[in-house]
């Protein structure tokens, strides 16, 4: 069974999820906490994305697929079992009591998402997957959106290279600016995605 199909099937333990994470909080559990290297941007929300996704990206990071270097040891670290029971617990906190509702793009915002057929994918209001592997956009931070698509733009980089073609194929297209514009509109929306601060861990 693969990474991803263990989180999907429930076989992670949250609780056992909870006592892995010491491991994670550093970054990602402190609001607008941004990473130095290889370029500066906040490191991303991951409380409320699904469980698949995160099973997924930290498969991507563990097998070379994405290549960040700090990322690439610490999921370099996990287990199989390790992988399952972190994504079942980041993939299980509550998303925030009242959401608002989503501001419509202006009309070059709105080309964008079309050429970028990114609804297809991320589904409604870009925070309702159409499958649980693909991540939740929705009010993730604007810059580490970007610096995100880029990586995707660029593949074969062995420090900040991202290797999946799908994506890649959707994000080439476009100009620094056009991802920016993108990453900001994103960013804007209402979504599931929170920082779960260290209090919360212990």
Known sequence: MTTGARAQDGAGDPAAGQKKAAMCIGCHGIPNYRASFPEVYQVPMISGQGAKYIAAALGAYRSGERRHPTMRGVAGSLS??????????????AAPA?????????????????????????????????????????????DYLYA??????????????????????MAKPFSPAELKMLAAYIASLPGDLQTVGNSRFR
């Open 98 to 142: 009242a959401a608002a509702v989503a501001p419509g793009p202006d009309a070059q915002v709105a080309e964008l998402l079309k050429k970028g057929n990114c609804l297809s994918c991320h589904g409604e209001n870009l925070n309702k997957p159409i499958d649980g592997s693909y991540p939740k956009l929705a009010g993730q931070h604007g």
């Open 80 to 93: 199989d079992q390790d992988i399952a029971d972190l994504s079942a617990y980041y993939g299980g906190h």
């Open 148 to 169: 995100a698509l880029k990586a995707y733009q660029v593949g074969s980089s062995p420090i900040v290279g991202r290797g999946n073609a799908i994506m890649a194929g």
